[in-house]
């Protein structure tokens, strides 16, 4: 029913989809984004112009899993991996408890018709919250605040130089700490330096907020907080041996672990425990997972996350950041300002115009690329979309082919067929209706297509609508696989 | 609690220009002659950036026009002073703004208070008639205070900065080339790639030693070959590369840097990505970038920095110590940046390499330093006075330092003689074969010929219904004689433009509002926080054909 979308859009998602739906519906689309002082426009018209989709920026890099994890070379990386431990320490953990505390016989029976290694995982972090390291006091969460600083900056670490000493060489005899990879230093505590005590402070005050905990008033100075935590007793570090760390740059994430028979009687272990100390937690008890929000500067969420990525960008010397660029990264912050945001809306709206008397032609149309801080300014008119050719057959992404009558899936191969096309796959939403690949699919062969929409696909076709649309894949006369429009079957 | 909220408001502009250039624009006060649709565009971007103040100069009333195109007045406005409802509704977009209007004609204000201007920042002139502009950057280069001029007629649009002088030191170009000192390393650096022995080391260490060590010993063997020298077998610190290379020279840097590489067990050479790296670089030695850019050259020689007085800006002040340091202890180049870049090496050697640098470019602060407190000292001013931070600023930057300046107004319109810059710029634009300078330069003769049909009949060609036409043959003339002022008789401007200004009947439209505010805010932003380099003439855009370009007239 619409005339033409207009695009403000923050994300390429967004964009795809909108773009796939004007495709879709052969609606004209105006496009614009603006990245700091650039602005681009781009107008995408029906049967004129390639759409959205067509032409795309490459992904955002994203560094790999053990990067990350073990060998951090640039504050990004810290970053990343600060934020990561926020919401599984602060977020997922607490969730996972409060499942447990709702419904804890629902919760256990699903943990046994299912013991692997990830649900004795999260059984651990519940055992964890609940049980073995329950705080009850603030200086509890101080506590935990300084044993976590240990673990995070000085154990791993030295565990991790252990395990690969600085003259440790890989398989092919190459000294495997070299570039990129840093060798990282251990950190002491130190309750006079003001990003340890800064970091305890937030660790502290939001692990007591997770527990309910009321905030003392010494809370305030993270001076305080910083001496406080400098009394706890911390074990010295003893290094195993046999540890598994990651170093395979392509492994992405953490490969689901099989089950063992370990696995098992360690959560029967686990849930002992659980039942054993269930009558020492207040009735309704209940933790309060910490929901990361970057903006609000009272809530210490930017400070324990620029605290954990500046101890870890110490320990692998990586300069560290002030808590605004933090913010930016961590948060994914694109730069914006009002001036780009008007030119591409000024842009746009000219091109509105054209669009809306109608009868233009694509060297009448401009996408634009502006950067107002050179300041450069480029018009081009926009791209024809591709021409699809085979045989006597020609289409763009805006075709769409038309069969008229209520076909059974041979005769929509057969239509295929005759022109010089093979067929092999019909789908429709999100349900394959047709594939040659699988023999019982044959039965269907003989079915009207309608009618697998409805039994298949479980779509009704409103009464006033004459055709449903099916996605069909082809190859031709060479096994080539070819792009063909969507297909339109006029059914009644 | 004032200043976390604003950090938090201004958060994503704030990465463009930090919170230095946010600090600038939030003590800028900012006067605004028109509020009609482009002068409502341009202060909404200002004011949505954060700007101390702005005052609005305008004697209109909201008519039928008004509600048309800006998006800062309502229906119920109509009648009541213009400059009193944008002011109150750009005050909604920000509260930390302070907004004031002068319901005054602004030419009647330059005559009777011209001092009022003295109160701004910046002013800014919109919708206004190319005499009226004129006076105003005369009065407004009295006080030594920049202006603005933006114009939206139709499709096509008009932008000029008008300053005497304007200073970039961080003008933060797209692209920059690391500064590693590769053709010319200085000694410590030198030092440190002779301590490595590479015949003698294993073959652990020599995979991993950073490619500046690599390409700078390669290039003292290049050097050699090259210019058949057999003496010293350190290169002088002093030698520097003539900039001109034969394809044949760089080949055999490249064949001595391979040379360089070890052998697998197999006989092959070894592919090491430090290697790589020395070889991706090698254009820092065979064809190094100019040791000081042209702008920076000019900048060094203006007589604003060998005559120094006691009234000299800082900038000056620094720009002469730093020309005295380069005759000196910087040997002909610029203060080091201090930066490098990431590279294939053994973390310690990385972080050593690092410090030699950060220690260089420290020292080069230093001695700059030292020059500028004697000068301040033999200009009786306290040696004291600039901070080393400024000086670690400018010679951080020293490599991109940026200086426009901006003619007058007067010198841009007067054309009185062909041998004014303005005039051959447009005839070279007239007389050219490309299409869209011509177009541009087009639209730029036939807004000043709407004008002097202004001053002419007191009203713009074609602003009442059937008389387009009638007005085509007036404009045509005016046209004419303003190409013959700027000496490119001869040439012409196409009667479709001219019938296409008549046609536009000095309309504003809002999208070319938009467009040319959001431009002229960015323009504004530029001076005040002294980042980016400003549109270094005057920038027209045609709307028709979508074309923008910059005349330096």
């Given amino acids: 029913k619409l005339d033409v979308v207009i695009n403000a859009l923050d994300n390429v998602n967004a964009r795809l989809y909108v773009d796939s739906r004007c495709v879709y519906f052969g609606k004209p689309l105006l496009e614009s984004g603006t990245l700091g002082p650039k602005c681009n426009t781009q107008m995408v018209i029906p049967n004129m112009t390639e759409n959205y989709g067509a032409s795309r920026d490459p992904p955002e890099k994203q560094a790999p899993m053990c990067t990350v994890h073990s060998f951090p070379h640039n504050i990004d990386h810290c970053l990343t991996w600060a934020r990561s431990e926020f919401e599984g320490l602060l977020e997922k953990a607490p969730s996972e408890a409060n499942t447990y505390l709702a419904d804890p016989v629902k919760y256990l029976a699903a943990i046994r018709q299912n013991p692997d290694a990830a649900a004795r995982e999260q059984l651990e972090k519940v055992v964890d919250l609940l049980v073995t390291n329950r705080v009850k006091s603030f200086e509890d969460c101080v506590a935990w605040a300084r044993l976590h600083f240990q673990e995070y900056f000085h154990n791993r670490v030295a565990q991790l130089t252990f395990t690969f000493p600085e003259d440790a060489t890989t398989s092919t005899g190459t000294p495997f700490w070299s570039a990129p990879k840093r060798f990282p230093k251990a950190l002491n505590y130190d309750p006079k330096d003001e990003s340890h005590a800064s970091f305890m402070q937030a660790a502290a005050i939001l692990k007591a907020e997770i527990h309910g905990i009321p905030r003392p008033a010494f809370a305030e100075s993270a001076a305080k907080v910083a001496e406080q935590a400098a009394k706890v007793h911390v074990d010295p570090f003893v290094p195993r041996k046999g540890v598994h760390i990651e170093t395979d740059p392509k492994a992405e994430k953490k490969a689901s672990l099989p089950v063992s028979a370990d696995d098992e009687s360690i959560i029967e272990g686990l849930i002992s425990k659980l039942e054993s100390t269930k009558a020492a937690l207040p009735a309704g008890y209940k933790l309060n997972p910490v929901q990361f929000e970057k903006d609000d500067d009272t809530n210490f969420h930017m400070d324990f996350i620029s605290g954990l990525a500046n101890m870890r960008a110490r320990n692998y010397s990586v300069p560290e950041v002030d808590k605004l660029k933090a913010k930016l990264i961590a948060g994914r912050i694109i730069p914006a300002i009002a001036t780009a945001t008007a030119v591409a809306t000024g842009m746009v709206c000219l091109e509105l115009y054209k669009v809306v008397a109608g009868d233009k032609k694509i060297e009448d149309y401009r996408n634009t690329f502006a950067n107002l801080a050179l300041p450069l300014f480029a018009m081009a008119e926009p791209i024809a979309p591709k021409q699809m050719r085979y045989k006597e057959l020609n289409w763009t992404l805006w075709d769409r082919w038309t069969l008229e009558g209520d076909l059974t899936v041979q005769e929509v191969l057969d239509w295929f067929e005759a022109k010089g096309l093979t067929a092999y796959s019909i789908s429709c939403g999100q349900s394959l209706l047709y594939n040659n690949i699988f023999p019982k699919h044959k039965e269907r062969l003989g079915k009207k297509m309608s009618e697998l929409v409805g039994s298949v696909a479980k779509i009704e076709i409103p009464s006033w609508r004459a055709h449903f649309d099916v996605v069909v894949a082809c190859e031709d006369e060479e096994g080539e696989d070819l792009d063909v429009p969507l297909i339109s079957i006029k059914f009644r | ?553």
Avoid at chain 2, 13 to 42: D, M, P, Y
Avoid at chain 2, 177 to 196: I, T
Avoid at chain 2, 228 to 253: F, N, Q, W, Y
């Fill in chain 2, 1 to 553: 609690m004032e200043v976390v909220d604003k950090s938090r408001r201004y958060d994503r502009q704030i990465r463009i220009w930090g919170s230095h250039g946010q600090r600038n624009l939030e003590n800028s006060k900012v006067a605004l002659i028109n509020c009609s649709a482009t002068g409502s565009e341009v202060l909404k971007n200002l004011v949505l950036g954060g700007i101390a103040s702005f005052c609005i100069v305008d004697n209109a009333k909201v008519t039928r026009r008004d509600l048309g195109n800006n998006f800062l007045v309502e229906h119920s406005h109509l009648g009541e002073s213009r400059a009193k409802v944008v002011t109150a509704l750009l005050q909604e977009l920000n509260e930390s703004v302070a907004g004031s209007y002068v319901e005054e004609d602004p030419s009647t204000l330059m005559s009777s208070n011209p001092a009022f201007f003295s109160n701004f920042t910046l002013v800014i002139a919109t919708q206004v008639h190319e005499l009226e502009t004129v006076r105003l950057d005369e009065l407004c280069r009295q006080m030594k205070i920049p202006l603005l001029v933006a114009r939206s007629y139709g499709l096509v649009g008009y932008l000029r900065v008008s300053v005497p002088e304007h200073l970039v030191i961080e003008s933060k170009p797209d692209n920059s080339v690391d500064d590693l000192r590769l053709h010319s390393p200085f000694p410590e650096l030198l030092e440190f790639v002779n301590s490595f022995d590479l015949i003698n080391m294993d073959d652990l260490m020599h995979q991993h030693i950073p490619f500046v060590v690599l390409l700078l010993k390669a290039a003292e063997k290049w050097r050699k070959l090259r210019d058949g020298v057999h003496s010293s077998a350190v290169p002088s610190a002093e030698a520097t590369i003539s900039p001109v290379c034969a394809s044949k020279d760089r080949a055999m840097l490249k064949d001595i840097i391979n040379g360089m590489r070890r052998q697998s067990p197999e006989g092959l050479p070894t592919d090491h990505a430090n290697f790589d790296e020395a070889l991706k670089a090698a254009f820092h030695v065979h064809s190094p970038p100019v040791a000081i850019p042209s702008e920076v050259q000019s900048i060094l020689d203006d007589s604003c920095a060998t005559q120094l007085t006691a009234e000299s800006d800082d900038f000056w002040i620094i720009v002469s110590a730093l020309k005295s340091f380069m005759d000196n202890e910087g040997n002909g180049q610029l203060p080091l940046q201090g930066s490098i870049p990431d590279m294939h090496a053994l973390t310690d050697l990385y972080l050593s390499l690092q410090h030699l640098y950060r220690d260089k470019a420290e020292a080069d602060v230093s001695h700059v330093e030292a020059r500028v407190q004697a000068l301040l000292k033999k200009l009786g001013r306290d040696s004291n006075s600039i901070s080393r931070e400024t000086v670690r600023l400018i010679c951080r930057n020293a490599r991109n330092l940026r200086l426009v300046r901006y003619r007058t107004l007067m010198e841009e319109f007067g054309g009185e003689s062909s041998s004014n810059r303005g005039c051959s710029v447009l005839q070279i634009a007239l007389h050219g074969e490309q299409s869209s300078l011509h177009e541009a330069a087009s639209v730029y003769v036939l807004l000043r010929a709407a004008d002097k049909f202004f001053a002419a009949y007191g009203r713009y060609p074609g602003c009442y219904d059937g008389q387009i036409e009638a007005d085509v043959p007036a404009l045509k003339s005016l046209t004419t004689q303003i190409l013959n002022e700027v000496g490119a008789t001869g040439s012409s401007v196409s009667d479709d433009c001219v019938v296409e200004m008549c046609r536009f009947g000095a309309a504003e439209l809002h999208v070319i509002a938009a467009v040319m505010g959001g431009m002229a805010a960015q323009e504004v932003i530029k001076v005040i926080t002294k980042q980016f380099t400003p549109a270094p003439g005057t920038l027209i855009y045609n709307g028709i054909h979508a074309t923008m370009n910059i005349f330096y007239l």
